[in-house]
């Protein structure tokens, strides 16, 4: 999205400081997911989160795209590549925390049913979807951040990657090029392989933290014992 690119190349953290900007907004929202946004620490995370916005003019819609995009991108992920499909209340739950984390927000107008926030998504895709310098510059600084966590070897590989396994649109917005024949084919065969295996794979004996959200509700309200 222009509009959102724009702001975020302006600020020159994505160039400058890539891995700790991702490390902050990680911070943020597990906290906020793990200990739940009615917990003292939750409504810190958010008072935090709502402070670092308000220093910019960002329009209602463009908020909730980018809280469309914390529903539904993961359940499109997991919907190709999950060791098993997500559950419908699994899929509920995550729409209405995040509808609920809006709200606190003060998001505005955000959709009330599931459905209703995945036709957002889509048209607000088709509308906006466009290159453009700051575009370019956020695809480069997102590739590298990523490329960082490889050995140098590796990095080549890592980048056509992630080229490969972007949706066209949202790879020609970020102005990468076209990947090799064959090698978007064989990474999604290489990460159903994986669910597969996972799959198999005995209960994991360290839990992991499910998402809690409300008041109330434990922070491991839930065993997950594959990743």
């Known amino acids: 999205m222009p509009s959102i690119a724009c702001l975020l190349d302006s600020t020159g953290e994505f160039a400058r400081a890539s891995q700790k900007r991702y490390d902050d907004t990680d911070l943020i929202i597990s906290t906020i997911l793990e200990d739940g946004y009615d917990s003292e620490a939750g409504k810190r995370a958010l008072r935090q989160m709502n402070r670092i916005h308000s220093r910019f003019e960002i329009s209602n819609d463009d908020f909730v795209y980018v809280l ?3 529903v539904l991108e993961p359940i499109r992920w997991n919907a190709r590549f999950g060791w098993r499909p ?3 209340a699994a899929r509920l739950a995550s729409f209405h925390c995040w509808r609920e984390i809006g709200r606190r927000m003060n998001i505005k107008a ?3 049913e599931y459905s209703e926030l995945e036709r ?22 997102g590739q590298e951040l990523y490329a960082a966590w490889f050995p140098r070897p590796a990095r080549p590989l890592v980048r056509r990657s992630i080229h490969a396994l972007l949706d066209p649109g949202l790879r020609a917005a970020f102005g990468y090029p076209e990947p090799p024949r064959g090698l978007r084919p064989l990474l999604e ?3 159903r392989a994986r669910a597969r295996a996972v799959r198999l794979l005995p209960p994991r004996r360290r839990h992991g933290v499910a998402p809690s959200c409300g008041a109330g509700a434990p922070t491991r309200a839930a065993t997950w014992s594959r990743s």
């Open 110 to 112: 955000i959709p009330e």
């Open 120 to 141: 957002f998504n889509e048209a607000y895709e088709r509308k906006h979807f466009a290159t453009g310098g700051a575009a370019r510059r956020l695809g480069v600084d």
């Open 86 to 88: 997500m559950m419908e």
């Open 189 to 191: 065969t290489g990460l």
């Open 68 to 70: 469309s995009t914390f």
